[in-house]
């Protein structure tokens, strides 16, 4: 868009979405892309769906760094610091704000950016008066994906593997999915590093991936988030 052209969206928008990525690893059959392209094509189809429930969503560029720490032992991994990144995010509330966004959307595709979103959501409102919505995807798909892969299928198992074969098949490095190889676990000490958890970089198995099942998912999923922004429009 124009300048002009953006000026006309956000005074039209519902929702100004801003789609959070991270570049990190993701074994040794993905990209380190993967939740770079999770948020670019997963909110496409929430903005794209979005008439269907009333709804005007303006997406902005996808954030493709995270707070990614705990991969760093993984060549590839970029991190923001955590305090960093939560500023990021307030800024660029502070700038659509300024444009005349009344709701802001952060709309999310890693786990480790949760804290620091929530942190930053909640200056964006107390701080600024911007009315802040935040949907972390996989929250809202949880109960049918544990129903498929059971409770093993995180960091680039089962779910992330699928996703990819969906969207960019060519990404995968089909000769290297293997069941990942699990070396701790724990429940109440917190582990420092990802390598502390696992061997190759992922867990549970990409080979039991299942590319048709996640397109159910993701138009359950998306019809699923744009019902609660509609009922929960301020």
């Not at 420092?192 to 991936?209: A, K, M």
Request: aromatic fraction near 8%; glycine fraction near 6%.
């Amino acid at each position: 868009m124009t300048w002009q052209e953006a000026e006309t969206a956000f005074d039209e928008a519902d929702f100004v979405v801003l789609p959070c990525g991270a570049t990190e690893q993701h074994s040794t059959h993905l990209p380190t892309s993967v939740d770079s392209i999770r948020a670019e094509n997963l909110t496409a189809e929430l903005a794209a769906a979005a008439p269907e429930h009333d709804l005007n969503l303006l997406v902005l560029p996808v954030l493709p760094y995270g707070y990614s720490e705990h991969h760093l032992n993984y060549a590839g991994t970029i991190s923001l610091g955590a305090d960093a990144y939560q500023e990021i995010i307030i800024d660029v509330g502070r700038s659509v704000q300024r444009h005349g966004a009344t709701r802001f959307l952060v709309a999310n595709f890693h786990g480790g950016n949760i804290e620091p979103h929530k942190l930053a959501l909640d200056r964006l409102q107390r701080d600024h008066g911007l009315d802040s919505y935040y949907a972390h995807w996989t929250d809202f798909a949880r109960d049918q994906l544990e129903e498929r892969f059971g409770t093993e299928w995180g960091h680039a198992g089962e779910y992330e593997t699928s996703v990819i074969e969906h969207y960019r098949p060519e990404l995968v490095r089909g000769d290297r999915k293997t069941p990942q190889t699990k070396k701790n676990r724990y429940e109440v000490r917190q582990y420092v590093h990802f390598d502390d958890l696992t061997v190759e970089g992922g867990l549970g198995d990409p080979t039991q991936s299942d590319p048709e099942f996640l397109e159910e998912v993701i138009e359950a999923t998306t019809d699923r988030i744009l019902t609660h922004l509609q009922s929960e429009i301020a």
